[in-house]
């Protein structure tokens, strides 16, 4: 990265040199997502297939892997239909607000030790925050759209994500105050000195609390009521068609692999290797077992596939059982929590330390 | 002009005019959609000063939250946008008298020892932003703090409690209840032996289908 930029620098103005760096970092993040997305749909189908006694997908190219590439250049060349009397700037905003968000918060997500776009101070409070604006998409959208199924999926959207919100900030309290820090990248080497070291254990009431809020914020099954097909037809997203239909399962997946991606980093050590320094000096070993991006892939991956196990067992949840379960369950689980983490810092038993 | 400078221009303008737009708007939908626009934008001028902390807070507190909940009651109403503009010439002068008071107290207090005096220096922070903020929040101001939390707790219960109404006859679902149901409340398990066809039923059958056929 630096021999590139001396590079653009022999010849360019600095300002703008600097600009196109930035520029590519964003692309260099912003492409494999793209593609994660595009094959995480793909594993869905699969995934829920096998655990359903089925095959999923496999008729476009070997074994169905293009079968995601044949769904978006469907989707590109559908007709984009507006309802009568929607209204036709927000109709258009919509999906965009519901995507720009989910792709900006990766611009603080450490992949490894400096391996991240901005490396700013208060990068999970910026990644809570940015993370809530994704609601906005969903309920313009429902409004937009100009009819009644949309409206009420959105108005139960809206509900549920500034709930489970409030959880999702207390166990994210629960992690700074173990760690000191709001800086990701600090956060994850607080973790250090291998399995024994990660927040999991001090903090696995917290953990399930994130993980429980992180699936009701992204909308996913059990708690889809966004788009319950039984008695709201498809949801928030009933009149979107062709590429604006498919920006809403964009910024979804996107969102998916984000709260993956953010267990792995907050509660799983992202990066390190469960084995600490034990296999720091065995000279190929250290490669594999060390740590690095891999193990941080590893640990999303089996987050995500998660989401998609929940997917396939769990029945969908009743709006009022979310409710429930939201504000009498998880948030008083995580005061109890976070009191409990603070007197244990005030009087110094700190074994995870 | 330096980046930082056009930076800064660019969020004023659009903060202002996402401002007038809030106020001019005819649908109260897109009023709410400038007015989160421009808490935005000024989050956005909060972090060029380094208060990153106040503006990803105003950030997650108003736009992530609050506007959710108007944009929410907003869509849920029944607005007429023609009887909105109604009485527009009855509340002019009492909007007037209300609007230069407003400009006036704001010139009052701008024109005030507190504000009106040279920029200091930016002092720069030995540690980070929220951190000093914390500190400073958790010491010095610490009763003020706290009695700010027990407002806002008893804001919650008022709140909640105005809301709560119990109404007679009303079929209600008991939610923990529901959910603490086990097996054996819901079902019983009969045992039953294997039915005994007696002779004179199997008659009756084949009567039956003898007579369907005629």
Known sequence: METLTTFLNSFLPEGLSAFIVIMLKIVAILLP?????????????????????????????????????????????????????????????????????????????????????????????????????????????????????????????????????????????????????????????????????????PLCGLFVVFFISGVAETNRAPFDVAEGESEIVAGFHVEYSGMAFALFFLAEYASMILISTLTALLFFGGWLSPFGHLVADIPVLSFILGDGFHWLLLKTMFFLFCYLWFRATFPRYRYDQIMRLGWKILIPVTLVWIFGIGIAIAYGWQPWL | MTLELFIFYLFAVITLSSAVGVVTARNPVYAALFLILAFFTSAATWVLLEAEFLGVVLVLVYVGAVMVLFLFVIMMLDIKI??????????????????????????????????????????????????????????????????????????????????????????????????????????????????????????????????DRT
């Open chain 1, 33 to 201: 997502l793209i593609l994660a997305v595009a094959y995480t749909t793909f594993a869905e189908r699969k995934v829920i297939g096998y655990m359903q006694s089925r095959m999923g997908p496999n008729r476009v190219g070997p074994k169905g892997w293009l079968q995601p590439i044949a769904d978006t250049v469907k989707l590109m060349f559908k007709e984009i239909i507006t309802p009568t009397k929607a209204s036709k700037i927000v109709f258009f905003i919509a999906p965009m607000l519901a995507l720009a968000p989910a792709l900006a918060v990766w611009s603080v997500i450490p992949f490894w030790d400096g391996g991240v776009l901005a490396n700013v101070n208060a990068g999970l409070l910026l990644i809570l925050a940015v993370n809530s604006l994704d609601v906005f998409g969903i309920i313009l959208a429902g409004w937009a759209s100009n009819s009644k199924y949309a409206i009420l999926s959105s108005l139960r959207v809206g509900a549920q994500v500034v709930s489970y919100e409030i959880a999702m900030g207390f166990a994210l309290v629960g992690v700074l105050m173990v760690s000191g820090s709001l800086n990701l990248t600090e956060i994850v080497q607080a973790q250090g000195g291998g399995l024994f070291g990660w927040n999991v254990f």
């Open chain 2, 82 to 211: 023609d009887t909105l503009k109604e009485g527009m010439v009855r509340y002019l002068p009492l909007g007037l008298v209300v609007a230069v008071t407003v400009v006036a107290e704001m010139i009052f207090v701008m024109k005030s020892s507190t504000f009106d005096r040279a920029i200091p220096e930016p002092t720069p922070l030995s540690t980070n932003n929220t951190k000093a903020l914390g500190e400073i929040l958790y010491t010095e101001y610490m009763y003020p703090f706290e009695i700010a939390a027990v407002i806002l707790v008893v804001a919650i219960i008022a709140a909640i409690s105005l809301t709560l109404r119990r109404r007679e006859g009303v079929k209600k679902q008991n939610q923990s209840e529901q959910v603490k149901t086990k097996k054996s409340d819901r079902l019983r398990v009969v045992k039953m032996g294997s039915e005994q066809r007696t002779e004179k039923r199997m008659e009756e059958r084949v009567e039956q289908q003898t007579g």
